[in-house]
């Protein structure tokens, strides 16, 4: 059986980030695991306008350490070990890099993000982790 000492979660802000964040939080209550709470902020300069792209990303990280300090908190007063982790860049390549960075044991993903926009345009970020994580990863609706 695969023991699951560090349990990742990506989460962007929307809810369903926050119910794979839910099922982290129980996964690693059941199994006493450290929880890494992630997210990763693009910073939109591939999209043009760089002076508008700095205001953006800035605005967004702002808004992802306020949405990861909820979590945290709720994280904590359910008894979970928790640590967050912003970081600028791909989401999809970001998770992976993470995931390895910090040998996690299970990834608990959202089946979609914020947008269906996005995943038209960039591929759906729970899919790219699902086939590349080198760890086993769960996908929740």
């Given at each position: 059986m695969?023991?699951?000492?560090?349990?990742?979660?990506?989460?962007?802000?929307?809810?369903?980030?926050?119910?794979?964040?839910?099922?982290?939080?129980?996964?690693?209550?059941?199994?006493?695991?450290?929880?890494?709470?992630?997210?990763a902020v693009d910073d939109f300069v591939r999209y043009g306008n760089i002076e508008y792209?700095?205001?953006?990303?800035?605005y967004s990280r702002e808004i992802a350490n306020e949405t990861l300090q909820t979590y945290e908190d709720e994280a904590k007063r359910e008894g979970v070990a928790v640590e967050t982790k912003v970081e600028k860049g791909d989401p999809r390549r970001g998770i992976l890099e993470e995931a390895k960075e910090l040998a996690v044991d299970l990834i608990?993903?959202?089946?979609?993000?914020k947008t269906n926009m996005e995943r038209v345009m960039?591929?759906?970020?729970?899919?790219?982790?699902?086939?590349?994580?080198?760890?086993?990863?769960?996908?929740?609706?």
């Open positions: 695969t023991t699951l000492d560090k349990i990742l979660v990506p989460i962007d802000g929307s809810e369903a980030a926050y119910r794979a964040f839910q099922e982290a939080v129980r996964i690693a209550k059941l199994n006493d695991s450290q929880l890494v709470i992630y997210n792209s700095t205001h953006l990303f800035e608990v993903i959202g089946s979609t993000g960039m591929g759906s970020v729970s899919e790219y982790v699902v086939r590349h994580a080198k760890c086993n990863v769960l996908i929740t609706h």
